[in-house]
């Protein structure tokens, strides 16, 4: 079956920019993630969906950065007067549901440059 | 800040030879996650350990879940190009915190033919 899909694959902006990275998951599953890879930092977790609902946002890096979802599917990442250091791999990862230990299954990526 | 040390960060071995990559933390694990990621892929998940002590098995992967739940290991026999990848530990923590999982910042394989 389709697996998570995430679009752009690629994403090349300039500094102060907006961009929105998309994520649609795999069909049924209640949970979305979202994560950043950047080099030397790891994977970070920055925020989740049950359902449509985002229970925690503490984990977004400042307030340029927001998620939606809707209709219990498809998800945005926003990111706002983008800068340099936001340059990284975002990660979408999604689960049956968002019970602990779940297994999370990931997409590709977008990869951002902010230039 | 809840933390995953994962070591060694880089290890290039020759096809044939066996290796360990180490994955340890302060915190208590409910669970514990072995991802491998390939570039420009995302992390597929290889195993899931959730009871200390726990040893699973995965063709020449063997994995292995601390008796206090604070650390993790996996093994690789008798190495192949193929293994080559980035290798993350990831886990859930037993005492609350973001519903996300920390992971490591991974463990880059080189197998060399």
């Known amino acids: 079956g389709a697996g998570v899909s995430q679009s752009p694959s690629n994403k090349v902006t300039e500094k102060g920019k907006d961009v929105e990275l998309r994520c649609d998951p795999i069909?049924?599953?209640?949970?979305l993630y979202w994560y950043r890879q950047s080099l030397g930092q790891g994977l970070e977790f920055l925020i989740y969906?049950?359902?449509?609902?985002?229970?925690?946002k503490s984990g977004l890096p400042s307030d340029r950065f927001s998620a939606e979802r809707t209709g219990g599917s498809v998800s945005t990442l926003t990111i706002q007067r983008t800068q340099q250091e936001d340059s990284a791999v975002y990660l979408c990862?999604?689960?049956?549901?968002?019970?602990?230990?779940?297994?999370?299954?990931f997409g590709p990526g977008t990869r951002l440059l902010v230039l | 800040t809840q933390l995953l040390e994962q070591s060694p960060q880089f290890l290039s071995i020759q096809e044939g030879e066996n290796l360990t990559v180490y994955c340890n933390s302060s915190?208590?694990?409910?669970?514990l996650q072995w991802y491998r990621q390939e570039p420009g892929e995302g992390p597929v998940l290889l195993v899931t350990?959730?009871?200390?002590?726990e040893v699973k098995k995965l063709k020449r992967l063997t994995f292995q879940f601390g008796d206090a739940r604070k650390d993790s290991s996996l093994h690789i026999t008798a190495a192949q190009p193929g293994d080559t990848g980035l290798y993350l530990c990831?886990?859930?923590?037993?005492?609350?915190?973001?519903?996300?999982?920390?992971f490591g910042k991974g463990t880059h394989l080189i197998i060399q033919p």
């Open positions: 969906f049950q359902g449509n609902s985002a229970p925690d």
């Open positions: 069909s049924g599953h209640t949970a």
């Open positions: 915190s208590v694990f409910s669970s």
């Open positions: 990862a999604s689960s049956l549901s968002s019970f602990r230990g779940e297994t999370q299954y």
């Open positions: 350990v959730v009871t200390g002590g």
């Open positions: 990831a886990g859930m923590y037993s005492g609350g915190g973001a519903d996300g999982l920390t």
